[in-house]
């Protein structure tokens, strides 16, 4: 690591400023999901935090997507950007 100029880094256990962005989506979803709910079982538990999963990371407007979902951010890239043309560009690197 350190020959490409890396800094090797280990973080202290239960800090959680060592993964801010882990922590903020962690931190959205106990707030978004989890708290103020009654839940009558873990399954239950298991079956939302799946949709939660899945509504984030597909269907959540992002701010940094220009407020698009991520699937509708993928597809428009793969129409402009063929995986052939991926090929190629990564084959010349």
């Keep these: 690591m350190a020959e490409y100029g890396s800094t090797v880094f280990t973080a202290t256990v239960g800090v959680s400023y060592d993964n801010a962005l882990a922590e903020n989506v962690n931190g959205s979803y106990k707030n978004e999901l989890i708290h103020g709910r009654t839940w009558a079982d873990v399954v239950d ?49």
């Design 45 to 93: 538990v298991e079956i939302a935090t799946f949709e939660w999963d899945n509504w984030w990371t597909e269907s959540r407007l992002h701010q940094s997507l220009d407020y698009r979902m991520p699937v509708e951010f993928e597809a428009e890239f793969w129409e402009h950007h063929p995986s052939q043309e991926i090929i190629e560009i990564k084959a010349h690197a």
